[in-house]
Every structure is written in C-alpha cells, then in structure tokens.
C-alpha cells in the first residue's frame, strides 16, 4: 500500500498489468471486449446541464466556475455493475466481479493551474498547465463501506508527476435517489508538488523565494447525492472540501489551508435518443462526407520571444499592441470518410489572414529590430492549420458513435512587419506538424438529427517545440435528405509552443473560438 501511495512505478506496473488482465477476462467471455461495450444504450442514461465551481489555492486568483453537458444514471455506480463509469468527474471502463472487486481504467481533465488573476507580484511566474490523467483503478465493495484507490498520470507530458487517491466511501440507496459521503487521502508526489506549487530559481526575486516543496497528503471530505424529482427528471449535487498538507499552503504562491469545490445538475431521461435497434437509414453509413462552413472567429494571440543575448523574455500581443482585428469571418473546410463501417479518416483546413497599420505605443523588440514608440507600422499575419487524422469507432450504431483518433495539425504561423517610414522590418514564423490524439462521438436526437462533438490535444515535446494544443468542438446538425444537411456549432482553438528555433526562439500563445455554421454533402 506504502509503495501505491508514493507512486511506485514497479508497484504500478504490476497493478496495471492485473487490471488489464482481469477487464480482459469478461470480455473474452462475451466474445470480445469490443462487442460487449457496443451492446450499451444510451436510453439506460438522462441527459442534462451541470455547473461546476472550484476553489483555487493559489493568490489572488479566483475560483474557476463553467457549464456542460453530461450523462447520468438514476442509480449512483456503487450500485450497479455496468461498465461505463460517469462519476466524480471520472470518465471510464470497468469490471465488477462476483466477490466485490471492481478493475478499471479512468481519465480526467484537472483543471488546476494558474491564470492571469493571480496578485500582481505574482504575475510573472511561469504558467503552471492543466492536466489530461489516466489512472488504473482497483477497488472492492462487499462491506458497507467501498474503498477505491486509483493512480493518475499526465498522458500527454511530465507537467509534474503522479497522484494517488484512496477513498472510503458509505453509499447508501433509497427510493428518491442516492446519497454517498466520502473520506479521500489525495497524495501528491514531489514532482508534482514541484511544478504545481514550488518556485523555482529563475522565478524567484525579491519577496519571492525560491521553494522546492516534497511530496504530501491531503485530506478531501465529500458528499455526493441525487434526487429524482420524478421518474424523468433527475437533481445531483456534489460538494467537497480539501485540507492542503503544509508542504502545499506554506507556497509563496498559495494562500489559502484548505480549498472547497462543488457541483450541481439537472437531467432528464425519457428516450430522447434514438432505439439502438432503429430500423431506418442510417446517416453515418460509409462514405464521404464534406463539410463548408462560415466560422465567425475571435482570436487572441502573443509572441513571447527570448533573446540570445540572455535579456529578460519581451511579450507582444499581436492585437493590442500591432492593433491586428481580433474577429473576423473565415472559412472552414472538413472531409470525413467513413470506411468498413468503423474506420475513418478526418482532413480539415482553415486560414486566417489579417492585416492592419497602427502606430506604436510603446517601443517593440521583434526578430532582433527594435521597433521605436510612434513608429508607423503596417502589420500581415496569418495562420494556416490543415488536420489530418484516424479514427477508430469503439461503437457505431443507429444511436450513438464513439470513437478514438491520431493524427497531426500542420500549423504555420507567419507575422510580418513593416516600417514604410524607415524600411525596417522583422518577420516570426512557426512551421512544424504537432502529433494530436483524441476522441469523437456523436448521438442521434431523432430520425436525422445528431448532435457531435470532437476533441483533439497535444502535449509533449516534438521537434524543437514543446507546448500544448487543445481544439474541441461541438454541435448540432440535421440532415435533409441523404445527401444534404446543414448545423451549427461553436469551435475552440487553443495552442501555447515554447520554440528553440532562431525563426521563434520563445513562445507563441493563440486561442481562437467562436461559432460555425455549415453545410454538409455526403457521397
């Protein structure tokens, strides 16, 4: 157990190995692993719109709060034995045997980092990253009480390292819902207490010094309950509450002992998807499917450059200080060919130019020219991304597709500038493909309405850049026939890449998001 807390990579290499092991044994069972998820219905589940809030610990900084969709069940999984596990913010497989064991494999998004509400001396620090986790899981419920220890790791990077949780928890079952209170020692290795909390030498400066924080425990209390106000309208609420140990509240950069997050949601079942068995056309049938949209982009992007003379890193924000538009309209091209009823291949590709003349504010540094206040400047930039990805359906049925894939973003990054006064101009570019992993799904609401939704991230070192990439969408569309449909969406965009390259030699930082609207043809 010792050896599990402290996340012993030997440890959990035997654990993995087990829990693999024994998720293969039903699976072999019912004829196959992929056969047996497939026989889900998505009507067994409600559909609703939650709220999530947090507490942050570091200073200054304000508690994170946003809205999502999810599924839920009427019955709380201590309860159950199905396979898909929904809960506590867990997304994932498992086995429940006989004797009360229960084996799987989890994945979360943990959304704690810093961001640009911190206190003012505090702004500089470098920028602690949310994390994508996967973690095995082992757990037994035969007692009254359940206890579950899983291991989670950053899949994408070594932004830290590992995290332990065992909990104990008493769920109790009653005619109107579920109520289940919980006891969770959160053990955070040294690493990740290093990177999420520590201050390093280069970030320290006066009233700031450096801290190398070890490993710690904290102590988390929850409650999680669900209360159906009918037999299709379901109310959920989560509450917790964490006690920081004191290699993590005696940060510099934290000012806070304890932290409190909750949760709550409405969901409603009553068949609104579409009957696994639904005998009527299917509109993810094989073959080609392209897509032209109008995206209505807004975009915010900085150049961080380092220079090689070791002065102190110069920030430009490209629309505020080189007064390039944030919004404006572009196109957006997508292909899908959908092959052998399970396969597919995704292309997409969008370009956004922009230029502008302004006159400078304030002195600029950019490509080694420095560019004087009140200096008229005429400005190009553009960004050309094309993806190209694999996609493998774990399910495809008349109700719902989920699915993984792999692939690349071809991103190139180009920003001219030009003094027509003076002649002087400078130009950073990026150039570089980013391998990306993700997930798709999509659930049919009605005879030829579905509602999808694509993620797809990067994060490790590749080349000479090192950074992160998030593009997620989501949207509705209908289609009017078997050749025609039309829908809408919203789209967002994220990428930070940190660059040794001369072209760059810093970080490029850009976010674009905003609506689409589009019109598909299928061949």
Do not use: C
């Amino acid at each position: 157990m010792l050896g599990l807390l402290d996340g012993s990579p030997e440890a959990m290499k035997v654990l993995t190995r087990i829990i693999l092991i024994f998720l293969a044994a039903p699976a072999v069972h019912a004829g196959g692993f992929l056969d047996y998820i497939r026989n889900y219905d998505l009507n067994d589940y409600a559909l609703g719109i939650a709220y999530s809030i947090s507490e942050s610990p570091y200073a200054g900084s304000a508690s994170n709060g946003f809205a999502y969709p999810y599924l839920t069940s009427f019955r709380h999984s201590a309860f159950t034995d199905d396979w898909l596990i929904l809960t506590g913010g867990d997304v994932g497989v498992r086995w429940v045997n006989d004797s009360g064991w229960v084996l799987g494999a989890v994945a979360r998004v943990r959304t704690e980092g810093t961001d640009n509400t911190l206190l003012d001396e505090l702004a500089d620090i470098d920028i602690r990253k949310w994390r994508v986790e996967a973690a095995p899981l082992v757990g037994w419920r035969r007692w009254p009480v359940h206890f579950e220890l899983k291991w989670y790791n950053e899949i994408f990077s070594s932004f830290g390292g590992p995290t332990t949780e065992f909990s104990m928890s008493l769920p109790r079952d009653h005619p109107w819902g579920w109520f289940v209170p919980a006891v969770t020692l959160v053990h955070n290795s040294a690493g990740f207490n290093r990177y999420y909390y520590g201050v390093s030498e280069s970030e320290a400066r006066p009233g700031l010094d450096p801290y190398d924080p070890d490993s710690s425990t904290n102590v988390r209390v929850g409650v999680s309950t669900g209360y159906a106000i009918n037999n299709r309208w379901l109310l959920s609420v989560s509450l917790n509450h964490e006690w920081l140990a004191s290699e993590i509240s005696g940060s510099p950069i934290v000012d806070k002992n304890s932290v409190w997050s909750g949760n709550i949601g409405i969901a409603y079942n009553n068949d609104i998807f579409r009957p696994r068995d639904y005998e009527g056309e299917l509109f993810r049938s094989a073959g080609l499917e392209f897509r032209v949209g109008m995206y209505n982009n807004l975009t915010d992007s900085k150049i961080i450059q380092a220079p090689v003379d070791g002065s102190p890193p110069e920030e430009i924000d490209v629309e505020d200080v080189l007064g390039v538009n944030r919004r404006k309209n572009i196109i957006h091209f997508e292909g899908v060919w959908r092959f052998a009823h399970f396969h597919r291949l995704e292309v997409g590709h969008f370009q956004l130019g922009r230029d502008s003349e302004t006159t400078l504010l304030t002195d600029i540094r950019l490509g080694g020219e420095v560019f004087p206040e009140g200096t008229r400047i005429a400005v190009d930039a553009e960004l050309r991304i094309t993806k190209i990805a694999y996609g493998f359906s774990l399910m495809n049925d008349a109700q719902k597709e989920l699915g993984i894939l792999a692939g690349i973003h071809i991103t190139n990054y180009e920003a001219l500038v030009v003094a027509p006064d003076t002649g002087r101009s400078a130009e950073t570019s990026i150039n570089t493909p980013l391998p990306v992993i993700g997930a798709y799904g999509s659930v049919a609401l009605g005879p030829r309405t579905d509602l999808s939704a694509n993620l797809q991230l990067f994060r490790m070192e590749f080349d000479h850049y090192s950074g992160s990439l998030n593009n997620f969408y989501l949207g509705f569309a209908h289609y009017f026939s078997d050749t025609i449909g039309a829908g809408i969406g919203y789209n967002v965009y994220l990428m930070n890449l940190d660059s040794a390259d001369d072209d760059l030699r810093g970080s490029l930082k850009m976010q674009h998001h905003g609506p689409i609207v589009f019109a598909s043809f299928n061949f």
